[in-house]
């Protein structure tokens, strides 16, 4: 089946330093939507990405989606502590259902990010 | 997330009982997605339902996994028989209407722990 690797797989930065994740796969998607989980909760989605080249941003955080659908990344300006969490990213593959793409996503494996103050 | 309700935050089981999770949409929501997630690796999709019907389960195993969502109270995730690689975190999530990932709202999840 389809899937994503993300990178990295972790980050030890210092508060106030920007951060920078990215996601590749080999199939095209036709969405693509980042998450952030903390511990012992649900994905709460930050941003999402609907057309190829698209640069979106949500506060201090910034994200494209690849001209090519296969690859997105996320950025994070000025981190702060509560930052701390796993980032993950997600796609929607192109096939059957609404719009023509289906109706589940796709995870990747996630980014684990330490913000030391 | 809020508004997802699941229910219970931890489950601990017996290799052979069964396993019941329960999940209340947000209010007025009629799409219930399940996801798994297992020790350091991201949510892999199980079943996609609508009320009183299953719309792809692709991502269930075919035996001793079940699914529903009926007219009337949660929808229900049934594993039995459970063996210890069904230990993980199960997640529910809801969506209003017919562009699904728009809106997608995830619970706390269920966390299953088989003995």
């Known amino acids: 089946g389809q899937q994503l690797n993300q990178s990295p797989q972790s980050m030890f930065i210092q508060e106030g330093e920007d951060v920078s994740m990215n996601c590749t796969s080999s199939s095209i998607f036709n969405t693509w939507l980042w998450y952030k989980q903390d511990p012992g909760e649900g994905p709460v989605l930050l941003i999402a990405?609907?057309?190829?080249?698209e640069l979106t941003s949500n506060g201090r955080l910034t994200a494209q989606f690849g001209i090519t659908r296969k690859d997105s990344f996320l950025n994070i300006s000025a981190s702060i502590p509560s930052d701390v969490g796993i980032y993950f990213c997600a796609g929607q593959p192109p096939g059957g259902g609404y719009g023509g793409a289906t109706n589940k996503l796709i995870f990747g494996t996630g980014t684990l990010l330490a913000v030391q103050p | 997330n809020a508004g997802v309700m699941q229910n219970p935050r931890h489950l601990v089981r017996r290799r052979g009982q069964e396993a019941r999770l329960r999940c209340s949409p947000v209010?007025?929501?009629?799409?219930v997605y399940w996801y798994r997630q297992l020790p350091e690796e991201g949510l892999k999709f199980m079943v996609y339902l609508q009320k009183e019907n299953i719309i792809d389960e692709s991502g269930m195993p075919k035996e001793r996994f079940s699914a529903e969502f009926p007219k009337e109270g949660p929808s229900i995730l049934r594993i039995q028989q459970v063996v210890r690689g069904d230990s993980a975190a199960y997640f529910c999530a809801s969506s209003p209407g017919q562009r699904p990932n728009e809106k997608l709202f995830f619970g706390s999840g269920t966390q299953l722990s088989v003995l």
């Open positions: 209010k007025g929501h009629s799409h």
């Open positions: 990405l609907y057309k190829a080249g």
